[in-house]
């Protein structure tokens, strides 16, 4: 599997904003999935995106992917302090293992 | 749904000792296990993969001496620090590839060497 590199690594915002972040890519893809990671936690599957989809929502995920630009970006509307995670993207390939980059660090203030 | 669990959630010891992770997958087999590290705000890193009957492979600066892996059934893997460290000290993640979201992770065990 590739890595993929999340931006901005660090993102603050106020609760009931929306967060927007972004993941690039190098090679082509199969799928792309983001992950979740509470502090001091394992990692939680949010969503799946296939190669041949541009836009896919999940309650109050969306995200978008654009092969030409190999990059996909996650928003979460109407953020809760719950929110409040490391994210992460990661494009699979077979089994091989999932590689992760650095994230996003979205702190959602109350 | 399918569930990855680690045992122990924590654990401090001291220099020198070894200590045992366990990595199950509850509901589904696991031919194939993945262990992780993650150092404080940083990303995961890829230890080493779990092979059911098989020896493990390890990555690159990953010591094989120092971080022994078992996959002893089709649900179970474990990772034993011996000797362990205060630059051992990290947390560990497993996970278990699956066919609908590709892998399943574990929560995690916090390791804490004094």
């Known amino acids: 599997s590739q890595q993929g590199e999340e931006d901005p690594q660090a993102l603050s915002i106020q609760e009931g904003e929306n967060a927007t972040m972004n993941c690039s890519y190098k090679t082509s893809i199969n799928n792309l999935q983001w992950y979740r990671q509470n502090s001091g936690r394992g990692l939680v599957h949010l969503i799946l995106?296939?190669?041949?989809?541009r836009e896919k929502h999940s309650g109050r995920l969306r995200v978008t992917l654009d092969t030409s630009k190999k990059s996909s970006s996650l928003l979460i509307t109407a953020s809760r302090a719950a929110d409040t995670a490391s994210y992460f993207c990661a494009m699979p390939s077979g089994n091989t293992p999932l590689v992760f980059g650095k994230g996003t660090r979205l702190s959602v203030i109350a | 749904g399918a569930v990855v669990s680690q045992h122990p959630s924590w654990v401090i010891c001291k220099s020198g000792t070894s200590v045992k992770i366990e990595c199950r997958s509850l509901?589904?087999?696991?031919?194939?296990m993945f262990w992780y590290r993650q150092f404080p705000k940083q990303s995961l890193m890829l230890m080493a993969t779990s092979n059911e009957g098989s020896k493990a492979t390890y990555e690159q600066g990953v010591e094989k001496d120092k971080f022994l892996i078992n996959h002893a059934s089709l649900t179970l893997s474990t990772l034993t620090v011996t000797s362990a460290h205060p630059e051992d000290s990290s947390f560990y993640i497993c996970?278990?590839?699956?066919?609908?979201?590709?892998?399943?992770f574990g929560p995690g065990t916090r390791l804490t060497v004094l």
């Open positions: 995106i296939r190669s041949n989809e």
């Open positions: 509901d589904f087999q696991a031919t194939t």
């Open positions: 996970s278990a590839p699956s066919k609908v979201v590709t892998q399943y």
